[in-house]
């Protein structure tokens, strides 16, 4: 089959060529997929990169222990392990994949296996596992009426807690770059802000729930747009080279028990149970994927070049071709 191989940690035209390799083979509890399409996300950015240095330590210290990189998917089912019983060949699904998901087969555990949204195509039932996924643990707990914040509205997670977050008849406000305004605006925030004119910290208005994705701000200034029992959840963005954003989130650990209000780190785990829940939301009409770029497999270390070059504007997918 063909697939993008990653050889070592660095620059994605330099650590990832497209060539072909075997076909895996399911074990028991796994299904094997025919790849139509994978998305990107950070996490995929920083398998490639090994950036922050941190993710080395599980994903492998000198070079990488997965070849091929990728996690998000949709596809067909090609054939089933011994003891997988609720999927079949032909079923079309979506999933989240430890890794190998950009190439023509991947093979993945049935339990992280869904099925794919009736009324999305594959390229965009691609985009949901991890981003969408995550938007779903970052906007948990909300209530209709509450206010609810997204800095970072425009990249990939961001598009789908606004969009999330508003199925959850909160009252939304997007932070994002001036050039994505209509774009969060379209996704259905009640309000957008650009935060090249202004800083949301700094304004009068408090929050039942803040979502960052960006931490380029400070828990303490987080705190003061937030309501006195407000809630900060933290998923991912800045941090150094080495640890990331971990120091960030270990600070809001530290502080949280002497605060009022909650600060709290969002670590998405995948399931079937959060694909089902993706899969009805989307077939409602609530969350629709909003994708910026498609390349075919074979460019994916331009994708991946793209993406870390320039701020993430809703999902970057790779298209796979299929053998004949």
């Known amino acids: 089959m063909q697939a993008i191989v990653q050889s070592a940690y660095g620059a994605p035209e330099t650590v990832l060529t497209h060539r072909t390799v075997a076909r895996p083979e399911p074990k028991p509890d796994e299904v094997l997929v025919r790849v139509h399409a994978s998305s990107l996300n950070f996490a995929d950015v920083a398998m490639v990169t090994g950036r922050p240095s941190l993710i080395r330590a599980a994903m492998g210290l000198r070079r990488p222990r997965y070849t091929v990189p990728g996690r998000d998917l949709a596809g067909v ?83 789908f807690a606004v969009q999330a977050a508003k199925a959850l008849g909160a009252e939304v406000t997007g932070v994002c770059s001036g050039r994505n305004v209509e774009l969060v605006t379209n996704l259905g925030a009640d309000h957008v802000v650009d935060y090249q004119r202004s800083d949301f910290t700094s304004g009068s208005t408090r929050y039942d729930l803040i979502i960052d994705l960006v931490g380029n701000r400070s828990l303490a200034a987080y705190r003061r747009a937030l309501a006195p029992r407000g809630t900060l959840h933290l998923s991912g963005g800045g941090g150094g080279r080495v640890i990331g954003p971990m120091a960030r ?51 994916a270390p331009e994708a991946v070049r793209r993406l870390i070059a320039e701020h993430a504007r809703g999902k970057t997918v790779l298209t796979v071709a299929q053998e004949r």
């Open 249 to 299: 989130l270990a600070q809001a650990l530290v502080v949280n028990p002497f605060v009022s209000q909650r600060l709290r780190p969002v670590f998405a785990t995948p399931s079937r149970a959060k694909l089902d829940r993706l899969r009805e939301l989307a077939e409602a009409g609530s969350l629709t994927p909003a994708i910026e770029r498609t390349y075919p497999l074979s460019d």
């Open 77 to 159: 089912v090609e054939a089933v392990g011994a003891d997988v019983t609720d999927l079949a060949a032909g079923d079309e699904v979506y999933a989240e994949a430890s890794a190998g998901s950009w190439a023509q087969y991947v093979a993945v555990r049935a339990k992280l296996v869904g099925r794919k949204p009736v009324n999305l195509s594959f390229a965009e039932a691609a985009t949901l596992p991890l981003a969408a996924g995550t938007a779903l643990d970052c906007v948990a707990g909300v209530r209709p009426g509450q206010k609810v914040l997204v800095n970072g509205a425009s990249g990939g997670v961001g598009s």
